[in-house]
């Protein structure tokens, strides 16, 4: 089976439980806080060892994260690729989720800005044609990364979240497969024809596929369901009806389980299902790669 590799984030979210997402000038207290294991590289790597399958976790921290590190282990990801070094912090997460379950994140990069070109070198060297990689926007040497392993042949899926202006100067040509939500996949394709409720996000997905024909798109829509869509022909899968408790997570679930779904050879449409049930059990619990599901649950 081709070997799986999450280059990516570890953070540890310190979530605060409040009414209201503060706003500028406010003061508010919350209700709970609680200190998770989160990042989006280290939430992908456990949705997809979740899922059943066998993945490498390369992060960069501090010692402070080894208890991060130990519950990303617990849960059968391989976490013998992440460099721990004294000199910088683990990166964090400042979450606040309100009473309809929705988030807002403040992110302090830590350790996960500071890969060297000979850290990407030692780690994708353990890799070959046909590995995939799986990268986020929460790590610094991305355009690096995406050349080397395109020169070496794996396989890339690119998740551009969070979503900033630097991510049109990386070579997105040599992505295979990109994961965006509608925001993401709006501000990609420059679109302009609407937002929100108003996007048309069958002729979004098309827009993608002109602007970058040779990689494939798998866009989440809220309730709107999610799209896949390739070479100009598009799969759409509807939203499923769930209790909200935190959204937190629930794209890296999406991200992980769609991917699992396709390497254990499920067709496109049951993995956008397969995916979308996954992500709708992580928004019905608390946290990030504490709530998502496990495989028994999904398939
Ligand atoms: O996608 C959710 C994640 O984004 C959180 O776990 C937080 O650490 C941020 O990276």
Redesign the pocket.
């Known amino acids: 089976m081709r070997r799986i590799l999450v280059l990516g ?1 570890i ?3 310190d979530v605060y439980a409040v009414e209201h997402i503060v706003v500028a000038g406010e003061t508010i207290s919350s209700r709970s806080v609680s200190h ?8 992908q790597a456990a949705a997809l060892a979740k899922a059943g399958l066998d993945v490498c976790f390369a992060g960069k921290m501090g010692s402070d994260g080894k208890w991060v590190l130990d519950i990303l282990s617990s849960m059968n990801v391989d976490t013998g690729y992440t460099i721990a070094d004294d000199s910088f912090s683990t ?3 400042i ?1 606040q989720v309100d009473d309809k379950g929705q ?1 807002s ?1 403040i ?1 302090y990069a830590g350790g996960n800005k500071e890969f060297t070109e000979s850290d990407i070198d030692n780690i994708l060297g353990n890799f070959s044609e046909n590995d995939i990689l799986l990268l ?1 926007n ?1 790590i610094n040497l991305i355009d690096y990364a995406i050349r080397e392993a395109s020169r070496k042949g794996l396989y890339i899926c690119f998740n551009p ?2 979503f900033d202006s630097d991510i049109r100067e990386l070579p997105l040509e040599l992505v295979d497969c990109f994961f965006v939500n509608e925001l993401e996949g709006a501000a990609l394709a420059e679109w302009e024809a609407g937002s929100g409720k108003d996007i048309c996000f069958h002729d979004l997905a098309m827009k993608l596929c002109t602007l970058y024909p040779e990689s494939s798109f798998v866009l989440t829509a809220g309730a709107d369901g999610a799209y896949y869509a390739e070479s100009g022909k598009v799969f759409h899968a509807s939203a499923r009806e769930c209790t909200v408790r935190d959204t ?5 679930t999406f991200c992980g389980y769609f991917i699992s779904a396709r390497v254990l050879g499920y067709p496109i449409e049951k993995a956008l299902e397969i995916a979308n049930k996954a992500a709708s059990i992580t928004v019905s619990r608390d946290g ?2 504490e709530s998502m599901p496990v495989s028994g649950e999904v398939f």
């Not at 998770?36 to 939430?43: E, F, L, T």
Request: net charge negative; no cysteine; glycine share 20%.
């Open positions: 984030s953070n540890i979210d998770n294991a989160g990042g989006k590289g280290a939430n990166g964090h997460a979450i988030n994140i992110l986020q929460e979240s969070p937190t997570g629930a794209g890296d990030a790669m």
